[in-house]
């Protein structure tokens, strides 16, 4: 009598690098849904101490807090899911999984390089009004933020190219694992 092995639903890992940035992808994600929850339901620390931060959230800033939680949590799946070699089927078909990496990726170096480079021309003077047209009043909401309004603002914006660079990483690392599988 031979033994054979059972069939197992686990798949291998992609590469350590692709493992890595997956795995601090889904942090990411995880982390950020949990702050757009709890910024949702009232919490300011992050957004800084200026007046658009104690006035508190709107209804559309409540329902955008809770769509952009909730995609978040997606997110942290598909970054997950990065950090394992391709599936024969996932639960969505292989070209939207890989979109929704695509966009996650290009979406959030963009949102971050964009208020990363806004800020520094606006703080700057280079151009008064930044890539947006938008002065400091308009931004923050006062002519003259604190400290801590200006740096929480700018963390956000770095946060958002930290999760954008690693979620390029993983899904380079899935895809060149994919590769060797064709």
């Given at each position: 009598m031979t033994s054979q092995a059972l069939p197992t639903t686990d798949r291998p890992t992609a590469a350590p690098l692709g493992q890595?940035?997956?795995r601090a992808a889904t942090?990411?994600?995880?982390l950020f849904g949990v702050?757009?929850?709890y910024w949702a339901f009232g919490g300011s620390l992050g957004l800084?101490?200026?007046a658009q931060a104690k006035a508190g959230l709107t209804g559309g800033m409540l329902a955008y807090d809770l769509v952009v939680a909730v995609l978040c949590f997606v997110g942290a799946w598909v970054a997950h899911e990065l950090g394992k070699a391709p599936a024969?089927?996932?639960?969505l078909p292989r070209w939207m999984f890989l979109t929704m990496a695509?966009?996650?990726t290009i979406a959030l170096v963009a949102r971050g390089g964009i208020g990363v480079a806004d800020d520094i021309l606006r703080s700057t003077g280079v151009l008064t009004n930044g890539l947006s047209g938008m002065t400091i009043q308009d931004v923050y909401g006062e002519p003259h933020p604190s400290t801590y309004t200006m740096w929480s603002m700018r963390v956000v914006d770095g946060f958002f190219v930290?999760?954008?660079?690693?979620?390029?990483?993983a899904l380079r690392g899935h895809l060149r694992h994919a590769g060797k599988d064709c």
């Open positions: 890595a940035a997956a942090a990411w994600s995880v702050f757009h929850f800084g101490d200026g024969p089927q996932l639960l695509w966009t996650a930290f999760g954008g660079l690693v979620f390029g990483t």
